[in-house]
Nanobody, 126 residues
Framework: EVRFVESGGGLVQAGGSLRLSCVAP????????IGWFRQAPGKDREVISC????????TYADSVLGRFTISSDNAKKTMYLQMNSLKPEDTAIYYC???????????????????WGQGTQVTVSS
């Protein structure tokens, strides 16, 4: 069964940085748009960034634009999310998932994504 495995979360002070990773050994990254998502307590899961191997494009939510950077190592089947200038409102569980309906980024429809992992907790203290 294909599933992403996320890692790299932790507790960090506001203004700090973290680098998240997610790996899916059984997944061919070039076949999917792959997104990073987060879900804060009491809130819906939201897509915050996406990478498409088909055209090399990336997308970011306004809330993370300029602070977060997504990248991919297809050979290692690993996706990264470099998070800088972290804020308390970035506190959430972070997930990876692959869009099973599209190879290009742009969709915010959570139901289009699959292969969810357990996520990794990011906590930003003020």
């Amino acid at each position: 069964e294909v599933r992403f495995v996320e890692s790299g979360g932790g507790l960090v002070q506001a203004g700090g940085s973290l680098r998240l990773s997610c790996v899916a050994p059984g997944l061919t990254f070039s076949d999917y748009a792959i997104g990073w998502f987060r879900q804060a307590p009491g809130k819906d899961r939201e897509v915050i960034s996406c990478f498409s191997s088909a055209d090399g494009s990336t997308t970011y939510a306004d809330s993370v634009l300029g602070r977060f950077t997504i990248s991919s190592d297809n050979a290692k089947k690993t996706m990264y999310l470099q998070m800088n200038s972290l804020k308390p409102e970035d506190t959430a569980i972070y997930y990876c998932a692959a869009n099973t309906m599209r190879r290009l980024c742009g969709s915010k429809r959570i139901y289009e994504y699959d292969y969810w992992g357990q996520g990794t907790q990011v906590t930003v203290s003020s």
